[in-house]
């Protein structure tokens, strides 16, 4: 399971740190994704970290602001969101992969996916 929280009402500029927590005992050995999704678009591919190595990926537009990381002692991914835009509002997804898989950009490179959390910038 997976449990996302963190999101919150901030102003464009200000930064927030989503936080999401797994369950079980193969954490360490599953990729990590953040997606997200605003009201008139399709769920996106936000960040991602590889179980090996643990490099990063991201988007695009996110690049230089966003920063995921993991804990596998605690069993926690987070994504900490500086320089916030009206444009990243969005309900933000953590994803898990199956076991010793890479992840991805994609929604079916993640097996697990947790309930959401809802960021909104304004400007």
């Known amino acids: 399971q997976l449990q996302a929280c963190g999101g919150g009402l901030v102003q464009a500029g200000d930064s927030l740190r989503l936080s999401c927590a797994a369950s079980?005992?193969?954490?360490?050995?599953?990729?990590m994704g953040w997606f997200r999704q605003s009201p008139d678009k399709e769920r996106e591919f936000v960040a991602g970290?590889?179980?090996?190595?643990?490099?990063?990926f991201y988007e695009d537009s996110v690049k230089g602001r966003f920063t995921i990381s993991r804990d596998n002692a605690r069993k926690m991914v987070y994504l900490r969101m500086n320089s916030l835009k009206p444009e990243d509002t969005a309900v933000y997804y953590c994803?898990?992969?199956?076991?010793?898989?890479?992840?991805?950009?994609?929604?079916?490179?993640?097996?697990?996916w947790g309930q959401g959390t809802l960021v909104t910038v304004s400007s």
């Open positions: 079980g005992r193969t954490f360490g050995s599953r990729s």
């Open positions: 970290v590889v179980w090996k190595g643990g490099s990063t």
């Open positions: 994803a898990a992969t199956a076991p010793v898989r890479p992840g991805g950009r994609g929604e079916s490179d993640y097996d697990y």
